[in-house]
């Protein structure tokens, strides 16, 4: 059974940095992108970044230039640099595995961002 636990979410200042991880367990085949998504209070979620299998990457525009997503095949694992945190940046963030038929989602780390 697969499942994607998150981590690195908490309790920062305007300006600072968090960096999120998201570790897949169980076998997952054809993955075709990895991606980071959020919801804030009263909101729908949103995407925030997105890496593919072939390593290309794609932005939010609120986010861009502040956040970076990288990954790591050989553990598995998605990472989210975030840095210059404001707090409309405040959210619960998942990150989501796709293939070609399915999708995986993490349970969700709170990232609040106190001004």
């Known amino acids: 059974q697969v499942q994607l636990v998150e981590s690195g979410g908490g309790l920062v200042q305007a300006g600072g940095s968090l960096r999120l991880s998201c570790a897949a367990s169980?076998?997952?085949?054809?993955?075709?992108?990895m991606g980071w998504f959020r919801q804030a209070p009263g909101k729908q979620r949103e995407l925030v970044a997105t890496?593919?299998?072939?390593?290309?990457?794609n932005y939010a525009d609120s986010v861009k230039g502040r956040f970076t997503i990288s990954r790591d095949s050989a553990k598995n694992t998605v990472y989210l640099q975030m840095n210059t945190l404001k707090p409309e940046d405040t959210a619960v963030y998942y990150c989501q595995y796709r293939t070609w038929s399915l999708e995986y989602w993490g349970q969700g780390t709170q990232v609040t961002v106190s001004s």
């Open positions: 890496i593919t299998s072939g390593g290309v990457t």
């Open positions: 169980g076998s997952i085949f054809g993955v075709v992108s």
